[in-house]
T-cell receptor, first 108, second 115 residues
């Protein structure tokens, strides 16, 4: 079965602390993975995708096929990073699977 | 370039009724996907249309159907509404072909309440 798991519903950190939002996936093929973000009162938007291997707003995510993980990391959290984060997988036949989301709260 | 729009913003229906939700994609975007997002959950993929044909479907029953039009608009139709259909419905458009994954641009959603 194709599935995305985000084990943490809420993650609270202080400003300047490192952040890691966990994402594990289940997929038998070669996955395409994404992180989406939703800031307060804004739309869901793409943050980054694994094939781009880029850093967006200081966030990076590395695909670990051995651990079937795609954790999102940032070395120093900022208050403006507070948002809802969703990990997503593109599976077979153009189907997309989203995790249940992690709410990141960065405290001053 | 205008963004993705959805209408209506909110909708209240009763069980057994039918509903049509509308989405206007960004100009030039050939692909539109629809999602259902229940409270506290992530978006659940309903289906995807590419150039007016369905080219991907999630685990939703046939009473969920869609249409995509040449003018970059699309519809999600739900027949025989059930209480569990209460959710936020999102559409997302992307410019690419069905063979590669482009950035999806999401609309603000339609909040459907079934009583």
């Amino acid at each position: 079965a194709q599935r995305v798991t985000q084990p943490e519903k809420l993650l609270s950190v202080f400003k300047g602390a490192p952040v890691e939002l966990k994402c594990n996936y289940s997929y038998s093929g070669s996955p395409e993975l994404f992180w989406y973000v939703q800031y307060s009162r804004q739309r869901l938007q793409l943050l980054l995708r694994h094939i781009s291997r880029e850093s967006i707003k200081g966030f990076t995510a590395d695909l670990n096929k051995g651990e079937t993980s795609f954790h999102l990391k940032k070395p120093f959290a900022q208050e403006e990073d507070s948002a809802m984060y969703y990990c997503a997988l593109k599976g077979n036949f153009n189907k997309f699977y989203f995790g249940s989301g992690t709410k990141l709260n960065v405290k001053p | 370039e205008t963004g993705v729009t959805q209408s209506p913003t909110h909708l209240i229906k009763t069980r057994g009724q039918q509903v049509t939700l509308r989405c206007s994609s960004q100009s030039g975007h050939n692909t539109v996907s629809w999602y259902q997002q229940a409270l506290g959950q992530g978006p659940q993929f309903i289906f995807q249309y590419y150039r007016e044909e369905e080219n991907g479907r999630g685990n939703f029953p046939p009473r969920f159907s869609g249409l995509q039009f040449p003018n970059y608009s699309s519809e999600l139709n739900v027949n025989a509404l059930e209480l569990d259909d209460s959710a936020l419905y999102l559409c997302a458009s992307s410019p690419g072909t069905s063979l590669r994954t482009d950035t999806q641009y999401f609309g603000p959603g339609t909040r459907l309440t079934v009583l």
